[in-house]
């Protein structure tokens, strides 16, 4: 998909303000007690998703998050199927206050790569 040169530059920019993990640590980190976050829309969480995972859209991550993950010391790694919406959701959920944000390099992409 051609993301226009603007919206580009926000989700580079968040990219940078966040940390990575490797899709490989996806499954220890929750076996560990992380929150993998969906935020993608929820017809795209319906067609297939990392197991156990939490889906909170993008479009709505800042008005339900809260009550979904209460805990700011929660470590959540958010994914979409790339990077760039999970990479602007992590951003955003650092500026809520969430302590322990990561996003999963590759997003689902990345992560179904595994297999």
């Known amino acids: 998909m051609q993301y226009s040169q603007k919206f580009?530059?926000?989700a580079d920019?968040?990219?940078a303000q966040v940390r990575e993990v490797a899709p490989e640590d996806v499954d220890r980190l929750a076996a560990d007690?992380?929150?993998v976050l969906d935020i993608r829309d929820s017809e795209e969480h319906a067609k297939g998703h990392i197991p156990g995972s939490v889906n909170i859209s993008r479009g709505?991550?800042?008005m339900?998050?809260?009550d979904k993950i209460p805990d700011l010391d929660t470590p959540i790694l958010c994914y979409c199927n790339a990077l760039n919406r999970g990479s602007l959701?992590?951003?955003a959920l650092q500026s809520m206050?969430?302590?322990d944000v990561s996003v999963i390099a590759g997003g689902l992409n990345g992560y179904r790569a595994l297999d």
């Open 8 to 10: 580009q530059a926000m």
């Open 13 to 15: 920019a968040a990219r």
């Open 33 to 35: 007690g992380a929150v």
């Open 60 to 62: 709505k991550l800042e």
């Open 64 to 66: 339900l998050v809260e």
């Open 89 to 91: 959701s992590a951003a």
């Open 97 to 99: 206050g969430y302590r």
